[in-house]
């Protein structure tokens, strides 16, 4: 079975504060993105890659950074971490078929910043 | 750049009857098209996908979604809703040429009378 997996679950930080949110697939894809999850946006792409040690931007890449140090694990961190980036954050790997992707998430993390 | 509308933020169906949740995507060619379903406090999963061919695509729990060019939408449908449908729906859209990156629609929360 397909799994992504996201650590912490839950996680409170103060303004200011450095948070680095984790996610590891099994899935062996090359893919892996990082979304937002808000009221009234939908999902919103933060960060993606396309392979170990590759990291691209997204919709909404400011304030967040991303690392990939391997097939299995992609980071999102946030340096200063303000109230405005309080949301639920899905992780997700793809798979590529027929020249369309799907999409595998984790759980997700919800953050609160203070 | 390729978009999608939910126009319904919210529908409440009584068990049994059947349902339809709403989609309107914006790209000048074909695209790919997604819906996914989000259970309570749990990450994406994937209902369906269309792919270009045939209009009416089949996926998981009897559901299934109508692609209309002419109408630049994929409205998702079900003969007869269960309670356990309770959930939020996500239409999303991808361009091959876009790197395969999903775009999201707002998401449509069931509700389930029972």
């Known amino acids: 079975e397909a799994a992504v997996t996201q650590s912490p679950r839950n996680k409170v930080a103060v303004t200011g504060g450095k948070v680095t949110l984790s996610c590891n697939q099994t899935n062996n894809h090359n893919n892996m993105y990082w979304y937002r999850q808000d009221t009234g946006h939908g999902l919103r792409l933060i960060h993606y890659?396309?392979?170990?040690?590759?990291?691209e931007k997204g919709d909404i890449p400011d304030g967040y950074k991303a690392s990939r140090p391997s097939q299995e694990n992609f980071s999102l961190i946030l340096e200063l971490a303000t109230p405005s980036q309080t949301s639920v954050y899905f992780c997700?790997?793809?798979?590529?078929?027929?020249?369309?992707?799907?999409?595998?998430f984790g759980s997700g993390t919800r953050l609160t910043v203070l | 750049a390729q978009s999608v509308t939910q126009p319904d933020a919210r529908v409440t169906v009584s068990e049994g009857a059947s349902l339809q949740l709403r989609c309107k995507y914006s790209?000048?060619?074909?695209?790919?098209l997604f819906w996914y379903v989000q259970y309570p406090r749990q990450g994406l999963q994937l209902l369906l996908k269309?792919?270009?061919?045939?209009?009416v695509v089949q996926g998981v729990n009897g559901f299934e979604a109508e692609f209309s060019k002419s109408n630049s939408s994929f409205h998702l449908r079900k003969a007869s809703v269960h309670w356990s449908d309770w959930a939020v729906y996500f239409c999303a859209v991808s361009i091959r040429n876009m790197g395969y990156k999903l775009t999201f629609g707002t998401g449509t929360s069931l509700l389930v009378d029972p």
């Open positions: 997700a790997s793809g798979d590529v078929n027929w020249g369309a992707e799907t999409l595998y």
């Open positions: 890659s396309y392979g170990a040690g590759s990291t």
């Open positions: 269309y792919y270009p061919g045939d209009p």
């Open positions: 790209y000048f060619g074909t695209p790919y």
